[in-house]
């Protein structure tokens, strides 16, 4: 009696990585001997991507890189967004973890990154658990912005205790006792994407130069259809070379403050009461439209 045959177990989605430098050679480096230490990708999924550093740090790169790993020089500083674009099309892989150089692995975790995936089809987005070299959390994912979460979180008005209250809610803090769960926006600091949810939103908008890229890509995952999801139990350690605290009227302050308005130009004006999806999707449509009028119009001027 022949023996009944079983069916072939699915492959687990591949993954390659991305990571974007700008005058950090020695993170970069950090970073990606983390990747190959824990076995994360193989070298030739992981891709690095010079914006054009006045240091010269991306020559020092593909110069020093481990073998493999492939080193991409871009020829202009197009911004956080632009790099991630670079990257991702130099991959070939299903999912694409997009890193800061300012981070790295303690141990492999990524068969639940791929199971995440596998489970969930319409899953577009997943966001790593970001933690302090001390273990502490850092609250990457985030529910959308209402006015009262701008001013609890930017003004000393947060330590009142009903705001206080409202930037927990905001920061999704109860949430990381749990499995993996739904947010409206995550990190980009360490996230990881679904290549065909990626292509199906238009990648990541490169008219941001810093800040504000992954909550509108993760904003466009949801008017899309695809879903947005944190991942408590995969750890990456991020050591937090933040610069956009540095005040309002700093360099890094203004591109802040520049791409917090594009974001909504896009999706609407913060309201008293955070957005719902619904909302949002419809002051992206507009946008949208508009964005298409003009781009036609200056079209047919040059023909």
């Known amino acids: 009696m022949p023996t009944p045959q079983t069916a072939p177990r699915p492959q687990p989605p591949s993954l390659g990585v991305v990571i974007v430098n700008y005058r950090t050679y020695d993170l970069t480096m950090q970073c990606v001997a983390s990747l190959l230490a824990h076995a994360i990708a193989a070298a030739g999924d992981i891709v690095v991507v010079d ?90 994912a985030r529910r959308f912005y209402s006015l009262p979460d701008i001013l609890a979180r930017r003004t000393a008005l947060g330590r009142v205790a009903p705001l206080r209250r409202l930037v927990n809610s905001h920061l999704l803090k109860r949430n990381w006792r749990e499995g993996p769960f739904e947010a409206d926006w995550v990190m980009g600091t360490g996230f990881v994407v679904r290549r065909t949810a990626f292509e199906d939103v238009g990648r990541m908008d490169e008219g941001y130069f810093l800040y504000f890229e992954e909550v509108d890509l993760c904003a466009r995952m949801w008017v899309k259809g695809w879903r947005v999801m944190a991942l408590p139990e995969v750890e990456l350690v991020h050591e937090h070379q933040r610069h956009s605290a540095a005040g309002i009227w700093s360099n890094s302050g203004q591109t802040h403050l520049r791409s917090m308005v594009r974001f909504f130009h896009k999706f609407g004006v913060p309201w008293l009461w955070r ?29």
Not at 288 to 299: C, I, L, Y
């Open 51 to 140: 914006n054009d550093s006045p240091d010269g740090s991306g020559e020092r790169l593909r110069r020093d890189l481990p073998v493999g790993v492939v080193a991409v020089l871009s020829r202009c500083n197009g911004g956080f967004g632009a790099g991630v674009n670079i990257g991702v099309a130099a991959l070939r892989t299903d999912l694409v973890l997009v890193l800061n150089p300012d981070t790295y692995f303690r141990r492999n975790q990524v068969e639940a990154v791929q199971g995440l995936f596998a489970r969930h089809e319409r899953l577009g987005v997943a966001g790593l658990k970001l933690i302090n070299p001390d273990g502490s959390l850092q609250y990457s």
């Open 275 to 303: 957005p719902r999806r619904e909302q949002m999707q419809r002051a992206y449509l507009r946008w949208r439209r508009q964005f298409d009028e003009v781009h036609r119009a200056h079209r047919d001027a040059a023909t």
